[in-house]
């Protein structure tokens, strides 16, 4: 498989499982045939009406078709999926198909559209996806597949879709484009990777992903190559939920809300029923532990989510203020003392005087006047909430991480959890130290890591960000090549959007056109988006469904799994997954790279799965186990309570206990802790408990050695910070604390926070070419309360001018970033402005205007322009628009906005929607550096 | 119904000598004309309202506090039937109800109720519509000629005209899946597990339970019982009364207008599009 595509990897291909029905397959009825056509099965089967004959049969045939449709232009490539055949002139013979699943192929499959990854079907008939579907088998999404899944079969065959490699022949971002072949592609990557390396520099050679679900593929590539200089959106996305639930637990940065089982389930600011990384899975046991459990769930969110909209009690917390909220309510938990001493005593290391002293500033009234929310009903939800004990749990996510005090947001959300013992119990506050991948399955050996460093990947200024996990500072990257503080040769991105989702859309693509920062930029993507648009050669990447891994996800059942992604056709075009092209580069670089490449992806693929054991009933194990039920999940018991889990004697052995501690240590790692005499596993940290207090946090924030704390853990990859962090001390509080960002606590009369939120049917900049999705959504209005909008004399569907403001916190607070390139207006840096429509709405607060991200496309095909015409632009000799015509788009589509830009010609619901990130500025938390998405001071007056 | 239905409408009247159905004029059927007017005799139809006899007795039963609108169903429905772009065999419908700050949002899918009592069988005048196994009402599309009679006669919208076929299109409750022992494409996906289809008649199946479950404490809830068409679908929860003005009425069918954000917040919507065509 490493060399060219064709006969090994066909026969490859065909081992995805061929079933279904066996049946004679009839040819569709094609057109040509008369209304009075006998071919009818209805008719054979039922008779007619005695009268039917010299009624209406036939009437008017004439008239009807003359009056039809003109049969719809499909390309070359004929009766594609999604081009709308049915019931068209075509085929109205036979509609619905009653042969459509007869000989068909199942072939399984992980979807990629978000990053859930839910098991699918693909039915594959005469080489072609003709329809997507859930897989049962998936223990996490168990056959349930949302939106977005189901319009994979757009992401598949799509006139724009990338198909051959390009070459750039205008000047960087002028759009101009020559097709060339893989071989040149290649040797010219090759060319410039080896300069690379031989400069002696291999940390400037960056890898920029999206979402990727190849973590294997990709680390062995870059650790071959000798590149650390990885960068990823984690901290566009989770860095602060990542980091708080670090602080506690150390071996999980992830929390499973065990919702199915729950009494009930408090949430803040999580949109789980429209997005979240555990989306569908999530969002079926919240219902199931909702409608069958019995369970209350009760949200608080700025804006009137979906899951807000839908739960039993919805709540509008003036922003950023869910921390506030939270430590009010473990405050009044602790008052009224409903807390679970026992836990707190045996599996905290604080006492219940400390937390009732440390908790004594935080009243419900201090908190009803930051947040608005009443006294009284903190208090009686943290009552609701402790009586549910421990069938209960907390809920977040970016709504209360994406802001500049998320990390402390989420530490007092999770501190709930533990007030009253929820932590790890059946219906509570759960984890797993199993990521994804059940690690029964191993892939062939991996070269050792990269010893390499750069700001890019790992920016001194912020310590939570790479202590425990790699989340990185995303937010940055192209802030620092700007301020010259790290150098690039070369540069590849992969199923990246930055323009588009990155902060600050001017700034990333002033960068990236700047071939001065950015010398050499290698764009690998399903379609040409905006970040292709600023690249000097693109690959056409294959789809989710033409490629292999193994992939899962955190797994709500509490126990890992592993899932299997298979090509369920051959890639279209010239398009290839980098597990088939990256050995060949790596053999063209040479330089003892090739040595990781010595596998075919068939052995890789085989090696890898054959820890998935037997199934008895067919036999079959390994890979060839996969291919037949696409998913395996093992029968761990579900990791409850991990830390009551007793230590074996053989685990004691050589093991010595630190008596004030009662800390167990073996080999000089910590491994459990004394409980009541007895040796037990407790929690992976240094104090083996819920660490409420954390010692380590502050340290590091300090820049002080905390291997002893590291060793107590047990999760030895764990390091102190770099010398490369000496002087950058970040003063970190070890207790769950709250602050507010100084332009919130200040906010004027005339200013309003912006908000930013996704769609249950988008996904950031992956989906809106998509034209099943881009129908549903496909533009975004601003959301403003109707009492706000009338303080501005605006109506429903009038235009707003948006300013945006940087942040005074992040001045005061992170000076090294230095944004004196930012216009001023008055006093106050300016982001940018903005012109855009607004939605009144009562489902939001009247101090928050709301947007949402997935829109403002200005690449991405024409669906996600709401173009019916493709654009002329060059980019598109990498496609074959003509053999993957959609004709249905091309008449159908309904949005197109033809108003120009004119305001007073512009139809709601109508056009592509803005690109909210041109008034977002890069704000990481000073923390973790997540991205705080949700904070912006704007101001906004009408356009008339 | 707007000036878009006038070739329609014009079809209908030029033809109305060779068919035996007593044409409205488009003023007449803007203030809902009783059905009946539009019927055929029953001597035309009455076979085709009878279902093969083979015991089964297809329904629908839809939990819409469990549904929170992710659009899964109608997505997989566009996918598996190739539906149009601005066409739809299903749409679930959002309205926020209340005011700040005390809102929720309702969410209810909505598609073919596959009446025992199917008003477009009656009034179809090729003979197309009729029932197949179980009740589900579907269309011959040997015989349908556009005559668009049934979207005027169906009270809950949910017929269109093929823009190109020039055919009525509606739910069949993907017969060519049940068929080969499949669910309908819209239910087994749904990830908020709202959406029940089955055979009534089974006491075992899927449908029967989760309706018997929810039936132990509320009462469930049908759409506009007063056109006597008895539905086939029963609603748990408010969102059906609390939308159901929404929802289009006869010669209406489900409209893009469905999922413009400015919607949601309305107490009826007037703007139901026709055919686009």
């Keep these: 498989m490493n060399d060219k595509k064709p006969a090994s990897r066909r026969s490859f291909l065909n081992l995805g499982l061929t079933a279904g029905s066996v049946g004679c397959m009839t040819a569709l009825g094609l057109a040509g045939c008369g209304p009075t056509d006998e071919n009818s099965e209805v008719t054979k089967n039922k008779g007619s009406s005695p009268q039917a004959g010299p009624l209406p049969r036939g009437v008017d045939l004439e008239k009807w078709n003359r009056m039809k449709g003109k049969p719809y232009e499909i390309g070359a490539f004929g009766r594609m999926p999604g081009v709308c055949q049915l019931p068209g002139p075509q085929v109205k013979r036979n509609w619905p198909d009653r042969n459509k699943y007869k000989n068909v192929k199942k072939v399984p499959g992980v979807c990629q559209l978000c990053s859930t990854v839910c098991g699918t079907i693909g039915y594959v008939k005469d080489d072609r996806v003709i329809k997507i579907e859930g897989n049962p088998n998936d223990p996490n999404s168990r056959g349930h597949l949302c939106a977005r899944g189901h319009a994979g079969l757009n992401h598949l065959y799509h006139p724009e879709r990338l198909l051959y490699p390009l070459r750039r022949v205008g000047a960087r971002g002028q759009g101009k484009w020559k097709r060339i072949s893989w071989d040149e592609a290649v040797t010219e990557i090759a060319d410039r990777l080896k300069a690379v390396r031989d400069s002696g520099k291999p940390e400037e050679f960056a890898f920029h992903q999206g979402r990727q679900r190849s973590k294997d593929a990709i680390k062995r590539f870059l650790d071959a190559f000798g590149t650390k200089t990885q960068l990823s959106h984690r901290a566009l996305c989770s860095g602060n939920r990542r980091a708080a639930n670090l602080t506690y637990l150390w071996e999980s940065d992830w929390d499973l809300n065990d919702v199915e089982h729950s009494k009930y389930i408090l949430n803040f600011g999580s949109n789980a029923f429209e997005a979240h990384q555990g989306h569908v899975p999530f969002a079926t046991r919240i219902q199931s532990g909702r409608f069958n459990n019995g369970a209350k769930l009760v949200t608080f969110d700025v804006r009137l989510s979906n899951t807000a909209g839908g739960s039993d009690e919805w709540f509008a917390p003036f922003p950023g203020t869910d921390g506030a909220i939270a430590l009010a309510m473990c405050h009044a938990i602790m008052k009224e003392n409903r807390f679970d001493e026992d836990f707190i005593r045996r599996w905290t290391n604080v006492s219940v005087d400390e937390l009732k002293d440390h908790l004594s500033e935080y009243t419900p009234q201090w908190a009803e006047k930051i947040s608005g929310i009443s006294a009284n009903d903190i208090h009686r939800i943290a009552m609701e909430f402790s009586s549910a004990a421990p069938a209960c749990t907390t809920m977040c996510n970016r709504g209360s991480s994406a802001h500049l005090n998320g990390f402390y947001n989420d530490r007092a959300i999770q501190l709930l959890n533990a007030l009253v013992g929820s932590v790890g119990r059946k219906g509570g506050w759960c984890w797993t130290p199993w990521g994804g991948l059940d690690p029964i399955v191993k892939t062939p050996p991996m070269p050792p890591g990269a010893k390499t460093w750069s700001v890019l990947e790992d920016p001194p200024e912020y310590p939570l960000a790479n202590v425990w996990r790699r989340m990185r500072v995303g937010e940055l990257v192209y802030l620092y090549l700007l301020q010259d503080r790290a150098r690039l040769q070369a540069y590849m991105t992969y199923n990246l959007d930055s323009p588009l989702t990155w902060p600050e859309e001017s700034l990333t693509q002033q960068v990236l056109t700047d071939e001065a920062l950015i010398p050499f930029h290698v764009s690998i993507n399903c379609y040409y988006n905006e970040t292709a648009h600023y690249a000097d050669i693109v690959l056409p990447w294959a789809t989710y469904m033409e490629r292999w891994d193994l992939d899962a996800r955190a797994a709500y059942n509490l126990r890992p799994y592993v899932a299997l992604r298979t090509p369920m056709i051959e890639p279209l075009g010239e398009s290839r997954d980098i597990r088939d092209f990256f050995p060949e580069l790596a053999k063209k670089i040479g330089g003892g790279m090739e040595q990781w490449y010595k596998e075919s992806l068939q052995e890789y693929m085989q090696q890898w799965a054959s820890g998935v054991p037997e199934n008895p009933e067919t036999g079959k194990q390994g890979l060839q186990r996969l291919l037949e039920e696409g998913v395996w999940e093992g029968d761990r018991e579900p990791f409850y309570e991990p830390y009551n889990q007793p230590l074996s004697e053989s685990d004691l052995e050589r093991s010595t206990v630190d008596e004030p501690t009662g800390v167990i240590i073996k080999d000089g790692i910590g491994i459990g802790i004394m409980r009541d005499g007895k040796p037990v596993r407790g929690f992976a940290t240094p104090s083996r408990k819920f660490e409420v207090r954390s010692l380590f946090i502050q340290k590091i924030g300090n820049n002080e050695d905390c291997s002893d704390l590291i060793a107590r853990s047990g999760i030895t990859r764990t390091k102190s910070r770099p010398v490369t962090h000496q002087g950058c001390n970040v003063e970190i509080d070890p207790m769950p604390s709250w602050f507010q960002p100084r332009e919130h606590a200040a906010l004027a009369d005339d200013e309003l926070i912006m908000t930013s939120f996704k769609w249950n049917v988008h996904n950031h900049g992956r989906t809106m070419h998509l034209k099943w999705l881009a129908e549903i959504v496909h533009t975004n209005p601003a959301w403003l309360n109707p009492k706000t909008a009338e303080k501005y004399e605006l109506e429903d569907g009038d235009w707003i001018e948006l300013k945006s403001y940087y942040s005074t916190e992040l001045e005061a607070q992170s000076p090294h970033l230095n944004r004196e390139d930012l216009d001023t207006a008055g006093e106050r840096r300016v982001v940018g402005t903005m012109r855009v429509p607004i939605v009144t709405t009562e489902g939001i607060h009247p101090r928050v205007i709301a947007m949402s991200n997935s829109c403002g496309h200005w690449e991405y095909t024409s669906v996600a322009q709401a173009r019916k015409q493709p654009s002329k632009a060059s980019h598109l000799v990498g496609s074959d628009v003509m053999k993957y015509r959609d004709a249905d788009w091309e008449r159908n589509m309904w949005w197109e906005d033809t108003s120009d830009g004119d305001p007073s010609r512009w139809k709601p619901n109508t056009g592509n929607g803005w690109n909210q990130n041109k008034l977002i500025p890069i704000a990481p938390d000073p923390v973790s550096g997540q991205q705080a998405f949700h904070d912006t001071v704007v101001t906004i007056s009408k356009v008339s | ?277």
């Design chain 2, 1 to 277: 119904m707007d000036n878009e239905s006038i070739p329609r409408r014009g079809f209908l009247k030029d033809t109305a000598s060779l068919l035996p159905v007593t044409t409205a004029t488009a003023t007449q059927s803007d203030t809902q004309l009783p059905s009946e007017d539009r019927f055929q005799p029953e001597s035309f139809w009455q076979d085709r309202m009878q279902s093969p006899d083979d015991g089964k007795n297809y329904g629908w039963f839809i939990d819409t506090r469990r549904c929170f609108g992710c659009h899964a169903c109608e997505v997989s429905c566009k996918a598996e039937n190739d539906v149009p772009l601005g066409h739809f065999i299903r749409q679930t419908f959002y309205k926020d109800v209340g005011q700040y700050p005390q809102v929720a949002r309702m969410f209810l899918p909505m598609a073919c109720q596959h009446c025992e009592d199917a008003p477009c069988i009656k009034a179809c005048p090729c003979g197309a519509l009729h029932k197949e196994s179980g009740g589900t009402v579907a269309i011959d599309y040997n015989l349908c000629c556009g005559h668009a009679t049934c979207v005027d006669v169906c009270p809950y919208g949910a017929i269109y005209i093929d823009p190109v076929a020039k055919q009525a299109v509606k739910c069949h409750n993907c017969y060519h899946r049940t068929e080969e022992g499949m669910e309908p494409a819209c239910v087994p996906t749904c990830p908020s597990e709202a959406l029940y289809f089955g055979d009534l008649n089974d006491p075992n199946a899927r449908i029967n339970k989760a309706m018997e479950q929810v039936q132990e404490t509320i009462e469930l809830s049908q759409l506009r019982t007063e056109k006597e068409t008895k539905p086939k679908m029963w609603f748990a929860g408010s969102a059906a009364a609390e939308v159901e003005s929404d929802i289009p009425r006869e010669g209406h069918s489900y409209s893009t207008e469905v999922y413009s954000v400015h919607n949601w917040k309305k107490q009826s919507s007037s703007n139901h599009s026709e055919m686009s065509d």
